[in-house]
């Protein structure tokens, strides 16, 4: 949203899907601005921020744009100088910015950002800002390397009651409870008697050949067997 009668001046750049995931560590950031025209004004100054949104809506108003709020976290984009049309010009680094966005309570990996490029405070000198936002661009990159958390929960699991049961032959099912935020492949250990831990099994079905998140079941036919206990890994 940008213009001479409005009293504030910049824009709105919504990026979907972000797949950042929740606990990563944002190691650069960079908007990355194609230039859709020559511009010539000296110095323009502005701020970047981003709306303190878990994963923030279009926009559909000026007073919709007006009243987003902002994280506290910001760059400032000083003494921008002449833009040449088609040429691409990169922000100073975003990672605080953009770590106060996927620190927030709510975000998850393929969710919304958006960042306010503009002169709020009225940093420039001009007396009117550039048209279509502080420096007029085409197209808009969001640019980020992260390292993703290590902190990765143990899925749990649960089994079900064998089925097809015959003469020595039965099939153990089981499916994912909670897959803890990763994808999850199944066997089964089984046995003639209950045991207190997975691997004090000394018979198991291969691994899945399918990832499994939280909901998916799994089945596996297991032969050779006279009386049956199993738990599922």
Known sequence: MNGCNYTKYGIGL????VTIPAGATINSAYLVVLSNNNYNTDTVSSVIRGED???????VSVAD???RAMTSEYETWFGIDHWASGYEYISPDLTDVLQAMVDRSGWASGNAMILFWHDFEQYSSQSC?????????DTYTLMVTYTPSSA???PEMLTKDASDIGSGSATLNGYVFDDNGDDVMIRFG??????????????????STSNYT???SHSSVVTGIERLDYVLF
């Open 14 to 17: 919504r990026f979907t899907p």
């Open 190 to 207: 089984y046995g003639t008697t209950s045991q207190t831990s997975f691997n004090s099994y000394t018979s198991f079905t291969s691994w």
């Open 152 to 154: 990765i929960g143990t």
């Open 53 to 59: 949104a878990a994963n923030p809506a279009m926009f």
């Open 214 to 216: 939280t909901g998916g």
């Open 65 to 67: 744009f007006r009243g």
């Open 129 to 137: 800002l550039i048209s279509n936002t502080v420096r007029g661009g």
